[in-house]
């Protein structure tokens, strides 16, 4: 089942901070987060395991919280690259990765 | 420089034609995916494979076939296109063992069946 994430679109301004959320209605054992620029392909940029654990990439950090079933992403400061379609992906028991319907960040000067 | 190869990247073909579309990595990654995406929505897996010889279907039903004869090479096929066909289509590849890695997207090929 497809998880759902929220805002579905989100404009801020440069240097402010966004926080987008990821909910499954399943246990989940891993969490995965993608960006995608418009015309190229969804970027990596982290996965999260069962456990709590937070992880960070530059000003992008993310959070799992296995007992909810979500997970959010954290960006702070944002800059202009920041900008494109947020992915959250999450796998179950099955073993497979299933995407959520994305979450369009702007970011403007 | 990409690691994984998605041709042609546009394709305008006519209703009844049959396509392929290539997917290559360089990576030895085992498991490989095909996915496809309507603009600006979500991803939907309709086919993988874990390794050589080995595929199967996704979660969205799709009249498309797949074939994995070597580990780096992974073509999608339409018997058929039609118009309902159009859409992006996004191969993926990813490490075999562990949960500790993503996945590693091509370019995509966008197809548009007129």
């Known amino acids: 089942q497809q998880p759902v994430q929220s805002p579905q679109a989100v404009i801020l301004r440069e240097g402010e901070d966004a926080v987008i959320n990821c909910s499954s209605s399943?246990?989940?054992?891993?969490v995965h987060w993608y960006r995608q620029k418009h015309g190229e392909a969804p970027v990596f940029l982290m996965i999260l395991l069962k456990g709590g654990e937070q992880k960070g990439h530059d000003k992008i950090s993310a959070s799992f919280n296995e007992k909810k079933q979500q997970s959010s992403l954290y960006l702070t400061a944002s800059q202009l690259s920041y900008s494109g379609t947020y992915f959250c992906g999450t796998v179950n028991a099955g073993n497979m990765l299933t995407f959520g319907g994305g979450t369009r960040l702007m970011v403007k000067p | 420089e990409a690691d994984i190869y998605q041709t042609p990247r546009y394709l305008v073909i006519g209703t009844g034609k049959k396509i392929t579309l290539e997917c290559s990595q360089t990576?030895?990654?085992?498991?490989m995916y095909w996915y496809q995406q309507d603009p600006g929505m979500e991803l939907h897996l309709i086919h993988y494979s874990y390794g050589v010889n080995s595929t199967e279907k996704g979660d969205l039903s799709s009249e498309s076939t797949v074939s994995r004869i070597r580990t780096e090479h992974f073509p999608l096929t339409l018997e058929s296109a039609r118009p309902s066909h159009t859409s992006q289509y996004l191969c993926?590849?990813?490490?075999?063992?562990?949960?500790?890695?993503?996945?590693?997207f091509g370019s995509g090929t966008r197809l548009t069946v007129v």
């Open positions: 399943k246990a989940l054992y891993s």
């Open positions: 993926a590849s990813r490490v075999g063992q562990g949960p500790l890695y993503g996945y590693t």
């Open positions: 990576m030895g990654h085992d498991k």
